[in-house]
């Protein structure tokens, strides 16, 4: 199952199995968020196109907030399934329609299958090393990013709105920001998106290393253009159809993309059996 995060609604004709569709109060992970009744209306266009319609849940709730939900899942009942990360988002939805979000921890095949007793399916988690990545027994329950942008912070604070409130400054939320550490020159994407999130340069991707691998794929679209988004979808389509090098058509779009830290060597060395 190829799975595309949502951030247009023009995008609903690709060439995919499903789109994963971010709601405003709701959602942390998908770059797009729609008002609710937007998203009802987006559930039923892609169930008229016989495509599976997920919904993104991932913020972490307080228990207000976790009533408000309650009501509104009423509404969006007809989704195939909901991504969520904070477990009181849990006893809220049926085992078959939990999509178990947790991108930095489920970095074991122990870890996952515990997870899979009691959800759907489980996103495994991109921050492994590829060594990881190949000792995972895969299946269609489990889902793997194999492409998007790279989080490396996560704060439920609005940061950047702070930041041009006490600099007495105009904050655009239509506006791309970037940081940039005082002892280095890369810039990193920030976005305030329910919370604020700082990401890596570039797009992770994963080409030759979902060979063999019998899972479903993750695109998120983050705020790539249409046109971009359709490209990447029909490299990965080609790959899974026909077998094409999903690296070469992805190099031809000119875009940042990184490996994240499938290459790295882990500067964390256990030296004993206790530790």
Known sequence: MLIV?????????????AFLVGIKK?????YKHFELAEVV?????????????????????????????????????????FFFFDLGVMSLIEKEKRVYFAPTYLTNQFDINIALE???????SPEISLKELNNIKFSESLILVAFG?????????????????????????DSKYQVIEEFRNDLYPI??????????NGYYYLGEELKGKNTSLLIKSFDLEK???TKIVDAYNNYLNDGEDIEANLKKLEIDL????????????KGGANE
């Open 5 to 17: 995060e949502l951030n247009d609604r023009n995008l609903l004709n690709i060439s995919t199995d």
């Open 26 to 30: 709701y959602s942390s992970e998908c």
């Open 41 to 81: 209306e987006i559930i039923s266009d892609i169930k008229k196109l016989n495509k599976k319609v997920f919904i993104d849940l991932t913020n972490v709730f307080h228990d207000a907030d976790l009533e408000c939900l309650k009501k509104d899942l009423e509404k969006i009942q007809d989704a195939d399934g």
């Open 118 to 124: 009691e959800n759907k399916y489980v996103l495994v």
């Open 149 to 173: 942008t790279w989080e490396i912070f996560h704060s439920r604070r609005p940061l950047i709105s702070n930041y041009f409130n006490y600099r007495n400054k105009e904050y655009k939320s």
């Open 191 to 200: 976005i305030e998106n329910n919370g604020t999130k700082i990401y890596l």
């Open 227 to 229: 046109d971009i988004v």
């Open 258 to 269: 990184n490996k994240g830290l499938l290459y790295e060597e882990s500067i964390l060395k």
